[in-house]
């Protein structure tokens, strides 16, 4: 699309779903929603298409025990997106699709909690914008 690369990639997801690699102007974006860890082959996929990003978005519904109680639903958690931002080498990680029994202390916390395993992380709100 004009200057701009959109590659798309497998996610892992009951009903199936893609990643997307965005690139422009020298500068990377990867879009990963509606994902779950845990399936080996996939996992790779993503960190392969996350190398080097400038922004890593990424499903961070659950935290990693609310997790336990919804395995097999298609969403991640905070902690293996701040795993696979390290693995890819990103830049920075943006924690998206909230869970929507989260209020604004909660992502606030878990955004705490998630800058202790990588240090560039914020949480997606409503009517935030990135510059790169």
């Not at 690369?5 to 996610?11: A, E, I, K, N």
């Not at 020298?26 to 790779?44: K, M």
């Not at 190398?51 to 097999?72: K, W």
Request: charged share 25%; proline share 3%.
């Amino acid at each position: 699309f004009g200057s701009a690369s959109v590659r798309c990639f497998p996610l892992h997801h009951p009903q199936g779903a893609f990643g997307y690699r965005l690139e422009s102007n020298g500068a990377v974006i990867v879009h990963a929603s509606d994902r779950e860890h845990g399936h080996a082959h996939l996992d790779s996929v993503l960190i392969e298409y996350a190398q080097d990003a400038d922004v890593l978005i990424y499903d961070a519904q659950y935290t990693p025990e609310e997790y336990e109680q919804h395995r097999g639903w298609g969403h991640s958690t905070w902690l293996e997106g701040a795993r696979v931002a390290q693995k890819a080498r990103a830049k920075q990680l943006v924690l998206f699709h909230h869970d929507p029994a989260h209020n604004d202390e909660t992502i606030a916390r878990i955004t705490e909690d998630a800058r202790a395993e990588f240090k560039n992380v914020e949480a997606a709100r409503e009517g935030w914008t990135i510059h790169l």
